[in-house]
């Protein structure tokens, strides 16, 4: 088994596809291991995002992560990090393969509806930024 790390972002919140991508996210064969739906400050999305920070986009990146709620997710399965990125299709969903979520749900390179966990240590700091060890059993 294999843990990773997701969020549902902004623009898909905002436009209600919570249900449409966790339904995607169980037809996959993922299990829910701890979900909740928060917002971000911008410290704690520029936390978060702290590898970017030198990328011309981290301050609109930032404050489109801070722009509205969000849902915060572990993920676990079998190869969970790989699959999870399949999944989600590439970054900009003009390049997005057929059937992926973001293809189906984003809007834009940036307003891209999910987020994944990219490795195995990215997946560990992420994990341990948002939920304790009490909620992962
Ligand atoms: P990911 O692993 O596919 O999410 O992509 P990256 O790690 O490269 O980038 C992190 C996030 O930054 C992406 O999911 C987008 O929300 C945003 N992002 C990436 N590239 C760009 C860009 O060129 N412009 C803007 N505005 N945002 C970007």
Redesign the pocket.
Same mark, same amino acid.
């Given at each position: 088994m294999e843990r990773t790390f997701s969020i549902i972002?902004p623009d898909a919140v905002q436009a209600g596809h919570v249900a449409g991508i966790l339904s995607e996210i169980e037809k996959a064969a993922f299990q829910i291991v701890a979900i909740r739906k928060m917002s971000l400050s911008k410290a704690q999305a520029a936390g978060f995002?702290a590898v970017?920070a030198q990328r011309p *986009?981290f301050d609109?990146?930032t404050t *489109?992560m801070s722009s509205g709620p969000i849902v915060a997710m572990v993920l676990e399965k079998p190869n969970a990090i790989a699959d999870l990125r399949k999944l989600?299709g590439a970054?900009n969903p003009a390049n997005a393969e057929e059937g992926t979520i973001r293809r189906k749900f984003a809007r834009s390179?940036?307003a891209?509806a999910i987020?994944?966990s990219?490795g195995e240590d990215s997946a560990a700091f992420e994990i341990g930024y948002f939920f304790a060890g009490y909620e992962l059993l």
């Open positions: 972002k995002y970017h *986009f609109s990146l *489109f989600m970054t390179i940036e891209n987020h994944g990219d």
